[in-house]
């Protein structure tokens, strides 16, 4: 037996997390992450696909919305920490757990660089000279130097909070949410009544129509999925929910409908309010723009608009933080890792090399991402975002597909629709054909990644291989299998996942089912 068999199962039974998250608390957990993407996304996206923007939101919105469906059935039959890491592990093995687990802590890194970035530039709002001031030095040009810094600073802000343990509360996230979901529902609304122009959306549209090109559409769509990420949030604290079987599907879906209110709103009211041409250069501050250009409320929605960015934003960048240490520890706790990462600070009792480690890598993509010059830092922090995220949502979805296979008798309190039985060796398996729509959806957005970004297509995969080769050191020198799987004991930690959560007829339910296939299993060995 290696050293890792005899315990396979302690990434679940040991977190020990107490299930304190009620459903505002589920609810604003997640929109404290996803409901900042807009800020950052909106004018990535419509200075990348231009009059087409509307339509490159709605198709990530649409494949989005199947996503959110996949993690919405996963986190509420398995309801731990770990998000897509331990669906795919769970469903496909470690090998391919471990993929999944690289390609989200790829995104939890840009999540620190990306939001930091743009907390940043929604902080240039009330000072426009800083992010233009830049130099030029050896291969490099147009460097923004202070707006790099001002990111740099924030990140090593949160560090120092994050390791002393000093993190925001729960209560500021749903007080911040509230506040931002208020004021996002008040630009809209007014910049619909007052300002929008249908026809000016409509010229943008034709005119794009009239010089289409697919390369630019499939760009800006790819880019896109940014405002659709943060259900890794709901997924990564199911295990601290209260009852999630209820919860993780009403606040999933709650949160799936918002987000794609505001993110096809905000792109369709951009876009007949201002020509797309307006947003190139302000990808930094866009909506902040946008509400200034607002009759009646600009002079005062604008200035507001760009402080709630700048703070929700902060607060996303510090989401990343955090959850590139808790994946971390989860990592290391099912031998994908070293347990040099489950080691915290003796005096703050917080992962202190996690966040360092980590939080330092999102430095470091910063300071890349300006080198490239002040008008692509954003975009090319982008770029391996959508990378990371399709890649990991991809292996979300085969995850499920084949756990409606290899583990029928866990009990589902939400399943995707669109589902066919199909009847084999006695038993009843429902086949989720959304998942395959789903699939092919994301596969289409990993396909544009690739075809498109041109640094997302070189640093994403890099990533990946990085990780991979320290993965097999790793696992070679524990003597433990590289391609293989550790023996879990999947069904005994689904029963003691239930009876933690205190869903007790779940719990009866899964344990009748496990006792009818074994009685089946007698007699047919009889």
């Given at each position: 037996m290696t050293?890792?068999?005899a315990?396979p199962g302690r990434?679940?039974?040991e977190s020990g997390?107490?299930r304190?998250?009620t459903?505002?608390?589920?609810?604003?957990?997640?929109?404290a992450?996803?409901?900042?993407d807009?800020?950052?996304?909106l004018?990535?996206?419509?200075?990348?696909?231009q009059?087409?923007?509307?339509?490159a939101?709605?198709?990530a919105?649409?494949?989005?919305?199947m996503?959110?469906?996949a993690?919405t059935?996963?986190a509420?039959?398995?309801?731990?920490a770990?998000?897509?890491?331990?669906?795919?592990?769970r469903?496909?093995?470690d090998?391919?757990?471990?993929v999944?687990g690289?390609?989200?802590l790829?995104?939890?890194?840009?999540?620190?660089?990306?939001?930091a970035?743009?907390?940043?530039?929604?902080?240039?709002?009330?000072?426009?000279a800083?992010?233009k001031?830049?130099?030029?030095f050896g291969?490099?040009?147009?460097v923004?130097?202070v707006?790099?810094?001002?990111?740099?600073?924030l990140?090593i802000?949160?560090?120092l909070?994050?390791?002393?343990g000093?993190?925001?509360?729960?209560?500021?996230?749903e007080?911040?949410?509230?506040?931002?979901?208020?004021s996002?529902?008040t630009?809209?609304i007014?910049?619909?009544?007052?300002?929008?122009?249908?026809?000016l959306?409509?010229?943008?549209?034709?005119q794009?129509l009239?010089?289409?090109?697919w390369?630019q559409?499939?760009?800006?769509?790819?880019?896109?999925?940014?405002s659709?990420?943060?259900?890794e949030?709901?997924?990564?604290a199911?295990?601290e929910?209260?009852r999630p079987?209820?919860i993780?599907?009403?606040?999933s879906?709650?949160l799936i409908?918002t987000?794609?209110?505001?993110a096809?709103?905000?792109?369709s009211l951009?876009?007949g309010?201002?020509?797309?041409?307006?947003?190139v250069?302000?990808?930094?501050d866009?909506?902040?723009?946008?509400?200034?250009?607002?009759?009646?409320i600009?002079?005062?929605?604008?200035?507001?608009?760009?402080?709630?960015g700048?703070t929700?934003l902060?607060?996303s960048?510090?989401s990343?933080?955090?959850?590139?240490s808790?994946?971390?520890?989860?990592m290391?706790r099912?031998h994908?890792?070293?347990?040099?990462f489950d080691?915290?600070h003796?005096?703050?009792?917080?992962?202190a090399?996690?966040?360092?480690i980590f939080?330092?890598?999102?430095?470091?993509?910063?300071?890349?991402?300006f080198?490239?010059?002040r008008?692509?830092a954003?975009?090319?922090?982008?770029?391996?975002?959508?990378?990371g995220?399709?890649?990991g949502?991809?292996?979300v979805f085969?995850a499920l597909?084949?756990?409606?296979?290899?583990?029928?008798?866990s009990?589902?309190p939400y399943?995707?629709?669109?589902?066919?039985q199909i009847?084999?060796k006695?038993m009843?398996?429902?086949?989720?054909?959304?998942?395959v729509?789903?699939?092919l959806?994301?596969?289409?957005?990993?396909l544009m990644?690739?075809?498109?970004?041109?640094?997302?297509?070189?640093?994403?995969?890099s990533?990946?291989?990085?990780?991979?080769?320290?993965?097999?050191?790793y696992?070679r020198?524990?003597?433990?299998?590289?391609?293989?799987a550790l023996?879990?004991?999947w069904?005994?930690?689904q029963q003691?996942?239930?009876e933690d959560?205190?869903?007790f007829?779940?719990?009866?339910?899964y344990?009748?089912a496990?006792a009818?296939?074994?009685?089946a299993?007698?007699?047919?060995?009889?």
């Amino acid at each position: 037996m290696t050293e890792a068999s005899a315990a396979p199962g302690r990434g679940v039974a040991e977190s020990g997390l107490r299930r304190d998250v009620t459903v505002w608390g589920s609810y604003m957990w997640g929109y404290a992450d996803v409901g900042a993407d807009i800020y950052a996304a909106l004018g990535l996206v419509i200075a990348s696909a231009q009059g087409g923007a509307v339509a490159a939101f709605a198709f990530a919105g649409l494949v989005y919305i199947m996503i959110g469906l996949a993690y919405t059935e996963l986190a509420a039959t398995y309801p731990v920490a770990g998000g897509g890491q331990y669906f795919a592990l769970r469903g496909l093995g470690d090998f391919w757990g471990f993929v999944a687990g690289s390609a989200l802590l790829l995104d939890y890194t840009i999540d620190i660089a990306l939001f930091a970035v743009a907390s940043s530039g929604y902080i240039n709002f009330f000072f426009p000279a800083a992010s233009k001031i830049t130099v030029s030095f050896g291969p490099f040009h147009e460097v923004a130097i202070v707006w790099c810094l001002e990111a740099v600073v924030l990140v090593i802000l949160l560090i120092l909070l994050n390791v002393k343990g000093m993190r925001e509360s729960s209560l500021l996230n749903e007080v911040l949410g509230a506040i931002d979901i208020v004021s996002e529902s008040t630009i809209i609304i007014i910049g619909f009544i007052f300002a929008w122009r249908p026809e000016l959306l409509s010229f943008q549209w034709h005119q794009q129509l009239a010089h289409w090109n697919w390369r630019q559409f499939a760009y800006g769509a790819s880019l896109a999925i940014i405002s659709f990420v943060g259900l890794e949030s709901i997924s990564q604290a199911a295990q601290e929910t209260r009852r999630p079987a209820t919860i993780v599907p009403r606040t999933s879906i709650s949160l799936i409908l918002t987000v794609f209110f505001f993110a096809t709103a905000f792109s369709s009211l951009s876009l007949g309010i201002l020509p797309w041409q307006a947003f190139v250069g302000r990808e930094g501050d866009p909506v902040a723009m946008l509400a200034h250009s607002i009759p009646y409320i600009g002079m005062v929605a604008g200035p507001f608009a760009a402080v709630l960015g700048a703070t929700i934003l902060l607060i996303s960048a510090n989401s990343g933080v955090m959850s590139a240490s808790r994946l971390t520890f989860s990592m290391s706790r099912f031998h994908f890792i070293s347990e040099w990462f489950d080691v915290v600070h003796p005096k703050y009792r917080t992962p202190a090399r996690t966040i360092m480690i980590f939080s330092g890598i999102g430095i470091l993509q910063i300071i890349l991402a300006f080198l490239a010059g002040r008008d692509r830092a954003l975009e090319i922090l982008g770029n391996m975002y959508a990378f990371g995220a399709s890649t990991g949502y991809l292996l979300v979805f085969i995850a499920l597909i084949k756990l409606r296979f290899t583990d029928p008798f866990s009990p589902r309190p939400y399943k995707v629709p669109l589902n066919i039985q199909i009847h084999r060796k006695g038993m009843t398996y429902e086949f989720p054909v959304l998942a395959v729509i789903g699939t092919l959806g994301v596969s289409m957005i990993l396909l544009m990644v690739v075809l498109t970004h041109e640094i997302g297509r070189i640093a994403g995969p890099s990533w990946i291989i990085a990780c991979f080769i320290y993965y097999a050191i790793y696992r070679r020198k524990k003597k433990l299998p590289v391609f293989g799987a550790l023996p879990h004991d999947w069904e005994g930690q689904q029963q003691q996942v239930l009876e933690d959560a205190e869903e007790f007829d779940l719990l009866e339910r899964y344990r009748a089912a496990l006792a009818t296939r074994d009685r089946a299993r007698i007699d047919a060995e009889q």
